[in-house]
């Protein structure tokens, strides 16, 4: 009786509350808060799920590289992540947000949080500043992943991350400032929600640049358009990384909805992981069935990336399509990387984890695609973001590749590939067991 008289007296404390709350004429502003409280809310957690992405690639990528060189693109993914952070908290995030307006490029300055007025009590800007940053960081990093995993192998470290450098703290951002800061791309109506070209075509772009000034790994064509294997060193490790970045994909295109704040926003956001999830099974499937018809055998690291390449071709859309879309459009996606990688292997690009067909080319047909699902989208406006970007990424890699190769280099000595890098740049491996340090217990 005790617990039951308890019970009514709390909800009708409760109800009394809620009627107080109605009647107040504070209401607005408590709803501001309580929005603003759930958007940043969104782009911590949204944005440490895309953080977690770097483990996915990181992972991936040590999959499917020759076990002397597991160390060293595990360091390359732990310092490309660093480089970015700190990038783009010196000058990119400025440059692709400050005082852009409807231009092309926007402030050279220090970024720094300002969350005065909402400790005020005016939560007009929506969400904690950081909170902004932090998301808007980690996908930076995303699209410098994608250069490491094509370069594996034989490129050098400090080059490679001087490149990152550049491309965090200023290729990246200026591109991104004609869309997602409000640049001339936005005043057209170029559309891409989270990032099919702002993020995985740009990294793809510089990828393909370095990946040809490079060159092939030592023995990876031969005479006569022979193509020789190099496999990974754990298919499991490559699998692992797939679903990390699955799962980190669900708060890169979820996250990019930018609010939580209304039932409206959770509704989008509940639409879009849905059409996020599916589009990767779209990829699988398509990819499965792809590789059984043209080699009579389904190939594991094929239908790897064809679930990635569904992922990244319904990130520039992901906001629009019914579910059955958003599997058509992801297994489109999973068709290109099949046919894509024996192309790139044709012209002797060597791409050591898929990632070009993968961000690129699945990132310009996502792209390209928006209009199917969106009525406000155009192909012709589509087209001119996709030209443009790629046009501007790669004539910037190619200044800051060549300089790189014609000052300190940026290929490894065929002796130091024949080693692996690991022994050679680091002085350590990723598997002494059954290595040297086997040999010497």
């Not at 808060?33 to 782009?43: G, H, L, M, P």
């Not at 990032?195 to 990828?207: D, E, M, N």
Request: charged share 10%.
């Amino acid at each position: 009786m005790v617990k039951q008289t308890t019970r009514i007296g709390a909800m009708a404390l409760v109800a009394a509350a809620a009627a107080m709350i109605v009647a107040s004429p504070a209401q607005a502003e408590v709803s501001s808060e309580t929005a603003y409280v759930f958007n940043t809310f969104s782009f911590l957690v949204n944005g440490f799920l895309v953080m977690w992405m770097a483990a996915g690639f990181a992972m991936l990528e040590a999959g499917l590289v020759r076990t002397k060189n597991v160390a060293t693109i595990l360091l390359k993914n732990v310092g490309l992540f660093s480089v970015a952070m700190i990038m783009y908290y010196l000058i990119g995030y400025n440059l692709m947000y400050d005082g852009v307006d409807g231009g092309f490029i926007g402030g050279l300055s220090l970024w720094g949080a300002d969350d005065a007025k909402a400790l005020a009590g005016d939560f007009e800007a929506g969400y904690a500043a950081s909170s902004d940053w932090f998301f808007q960081m980690v996908f930076v990093a995303t699209a410098a992943s994608i250069v490491s995993g094509t370069l594996a192998e034989r490129i050098r470290l400090w080059p490679f991350l001087i490149f990152v450098v550049v491309l965090t703290g200023v290729i990246y951002p200026i591109q991104g400032a004609w869309q997602w800061g409000g640049g001339w791309l936005a005043e057209r109506g170029f559309a891409d929600f989270a990032g099919s070209t702002i993020v995985h075509s740009t990294g793809g772009w510089a990828a393909l640049t370095g990946a040809i000034i490079l060159g092939a790994r030592k023995g990876k064509y031969g005479a006569e358009g022979q193509i020789h294997v190099m496999p990974g060193s754990s298919l499991p490790l490559a699998t692992i990384g797939t679903f990390i970045l699955w799962l980190g994909w669900f708060g890169f295109n979820g996250g990019s909805q930018l609010a939580l704040g209304s039932a409206a926003d959770a509704i989008a956001m509940s639409n879009i992981f849905a059409n996020t999830g599916i589009a990767a099974a779209g990829g699988v499937v398509a990819a499965m069935a792809a590789t059984q018809v043209l080699y009579k055998k389904v190939d594991l690291t094929m239908v790897l990336n064809g679930a990635l390449a569904g992922l990244v071709s319904i990130t520039a859309g992901p906001d629009t399509p019914t579910l059955g879309s958003a599997v058509l459009i992801g297994a489109v996606g999973g068709v290109i990387v099949v046919f894509a990688v024996p192309l790139l292997d044709k012209l002797k690009i060597d791409d050591v984890v898929g990632a070009i067909p993968v961000h690129l080319f699945a990132g310009i047909w996502g792209t390209l695609a928006v209009p199917i699902t969106n009525g406000d989208a155009s192909v012709v406006t589509q087209a001119i973001g996709v030209v443009s970007i790629g046009a501007f990424v790669v004539a910037c890699s190619l200044v800051v590749w060549l300089a790189l190769k014609l000052t300190m280099g940026v290929r490894a000595s065929e002796e130091e590939e024949a080693l692996g890098l690991d022994r050679t740049e680091l002085g350590l491996e990723a598997y002494p067991e059954f290595g040297r340090g086997s040999q010497i217990a």
